[in-house]
């Protein structure tokens, strides 16, 4: 895929909602993959936590709200203390899970029902408790 880099496009609308919801400035990430490498869950996940901020930054929202990434963060904070320019970026995924909830579902809670077939049983368990904890506070 071949992206010119502009500064609008780095400082694309889709990023700045990111920064805002969340509050944390994505500019300061300057890509060292010290967070993805410490995430427990990253195995799973289709987009590293880096590859996410990076993937922001190039304002590729379709892209990134269609991974699976930020719904399976435990918020357990290991890239938050890990990251060396200080970005919570356990903070970067809820907001991701809240753009794509205001903007596409439209809600702020889960039906088990509708779940996927088998999703259940692929799911880590600390990411469905988790996401549970998340939308019953
Ligand atoms: S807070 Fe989420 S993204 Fe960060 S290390 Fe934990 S599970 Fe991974
Ligand atoms: S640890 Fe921080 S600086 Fe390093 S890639 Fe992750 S968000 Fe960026």
Redesign the pocket.
């Known amino acids: 895929m071949k992206i010119e880099l502009s500064r609008d496009k780095v400082h694309n609308e889709f990023a700045k909602k990111v920064e805002w919801i969340s509050g944390q400035n994505l500019f300061a990430c300057y890509q060292c993959g010290n967070?993805?490498a410490?995430?427990?869950?990253?195995f799973a996940?289709d987009l590293g936590?880096h590859e996410v901020i990076r993937y922001t930054l190039l304002g590729l929202e379709e892209e990134v709200l269609s991974v699976n990434?930020?719904w399976?963060?435990?918020?357990?904070?290991?890239?938050?203390s890990?990251c060396p320019k200080g970005i919570d970026?356990?903070r970067v995924?809820d907001a991701l899970r809240m753009v794509i909830l205001r903007k596409k579902e439209r809600r702020d809670y889960l039906q088990i029902s509708e779940f996927p077939e088998g999703f259940l049983e692929r799911v880590p368990q600390?990411?469905f408790i988790?996401g549970f904890r998340k939308f019953l506070s």
Request: overall charge positive.
């Open positions: 967070c993805t410490g995430c427990p869950v990253a996940m936590p990434t930020f399976l963060c435990a918020s357990c904070l290991q890239c938050s890990r970026i356990a995924m600390i990411a988790s």
